[in-house]
């Protein structure tokens, strides 16, 4: 693709900037955070004084300042070497923080966003249930209204950050009779699991946040891949969170859940798209000095073809992605494009790391290399923010609405 095409001059910068933190400081210690699982507290602290964990938010609300495009670059940088630390950004980003921004009051804005721009605290986005996956309508979580308070209660599954997060934004069911008209937002806070290390590190979490009573985080998932993602339970147990924190009016949660799902759709694409870049990168380099037969491999045809396949649809992969993100920012319509995008780069992330492992042969299959934690990397971007299932479906509705219309 064409830089000139949609990146500036800053755009370029970002990038320099991001592909040398990823290289130098989240490249060394990905296998072994992988390996155990292991949160990577002190690569968050460097990436909110890098401003990495507020890209597209205004300096005035503790943001870095840039826009919509620089913050996909910046998912693409970091997955291209570690698809967790890449999750980490745009789930704390557009999932944990756009809610507030778009959509939450002046007050809120004041109160929750400076502090989760600056990277201060991590925050977090719940709305899957155990019986509400890709059916988002079907909420079981309840919020009753009692005077200057709601009391929540039921439970939320695979929420990243769930365990290391201080601010959510969960929806639950207000008014039963009204199906998704009846699902509101509101923001609920506790403390970090990782309270103590956090507290040495000096960032991770803020004492002016109230830790809910009955408000906690519960199982924390045992992954396949993301494995240096937290991923975690929410469980709500007669949670009263005051009125003023209801996001958005009554009934307008799902709604406004939707349209944070179409952004967040671009940011898998782009996460996806950099586990893609990050294996092909991989597999040229090891076809190049690995030989057989007494020369490289990528002189063998059946080698050198996957490598064309790889870079012909990660090309194609990279302009759907920043083609949404462009309508994005520009304010034009973008949810077709945004479902077009993160299927296309979903499927292609698993393709491409499928064909690098290929190339590695038995190596590829080891823990040696990184193209075998890309290929668990790459399962689950099919799977979240919406599986590839429902992407068709998106696209399919809009297809036919054009059609009609």
């Not at 989760?116 to 709305?127: H, I």
Request: one cysteine or more; aromatic letters at 8%.
């Amino acid at each position: 693709m064409d830089d000139a095409l949609y990146f500036s001059e800053q755009h370029l910068a970002v990038r320099q900037m991001v592909r040398e933190f990823a290289r130098d400081e989240v490249a060394p210690v990905a296998r072994a955070f992988d390996a155990d699982s292991i949160f990577p507290w002190e690569n968050v602290k460097r990436m909110g004084e890098l401003g990495l964990l507020g890209v597209p938010w205004p300096e005035e609300m503790g943001g870095a300042g840039f826009d919509l495009l620089s913050y996909m670059i910046t998912i693409e940088e970091l997955a291209k070497v570690d698809a967790s630390t890449g999750l980490t950004v745009s789930a704390h980003t557009t999932l944990g923080t756009s809610p507030i921004v778009h959509f939450g009051t002046d007050e809120q804005r004041a109160r929750y966003v400076p502090m989760l721009a600056s990277g201060k605290v991590l925050g977090g986005f719940g709305l899957t249930e155990p019986d509400a996956g890709s059916d988002a309508g079907g909420t079981r979580t309840t919020a009753v209204r009692r005077g200057d308070h709601y009391v929540l209660n039921g439970s939320k599954r695979f929420i990243t950050h769930g365990s290391v997060g201080e601010v959510f934004i969960v929806t639950a069911v207000t008014d039963p009779s009204k199906g998704t008209k009846g699902i509101s937002s509101f923001i609920l806070t506790k403390h970090t699991s990782d309270l103590d290390k956090v507290r040495d590190l000096g960032i991770g979490h803020d004492d002016s946040l109230p830790a809910m009573k009955g408000f906690r985080a519960g199982k924390k998932e045992d992954k396949l891949g993301w494995r240096a993602s937290d991923t975690a339970e929410l469980i709500f147990e007669d949670v009263q969170v005051p009125v003023e924190n209801l996001v958005g009016q009554e009934g307008h949660g799902f709604v406004n859940f939707m349209k944070t799902l179409d952004a967040g759709r671009i940011g898998i694409a782009a996460l996806s798209l950099g586990i893609a870049v990050g294996a092909y990168e991989e597999a040229v380099k090891y076809a190049a000095v690995r030989k057989q037969f007494g020369k490289p491999i990528a002189e063998f045809q059946g080698i050198s073809f996957q490598l064309a396949d790889m870079a012909t649809e990660i090309e194609a992969g990279r302009h759907l992605m920043y083609h949404a993100a462009w309508l994005a920012q520009i304010g034009k319509p973008y949810s077709k494009e945004a479902s077009m995008a993160k299927l296309f780069c979903s499927e292609l992330a698993m393709r491409a790391t499928t064909k690098a492992v290929q190339v590695f042969g038995g190596y590829g299959y080891t823990k040696d290399y990184p193209v075998e934690r890309m290929m668990r990397d790459a399962k689950i971007c099919e799977i979240g923010e919406g599986t590839s299932e429902i992407q068709r479906m998106v696209i399919a509705r809009h297809v036919l609405k054009e059609l009609a219309g």
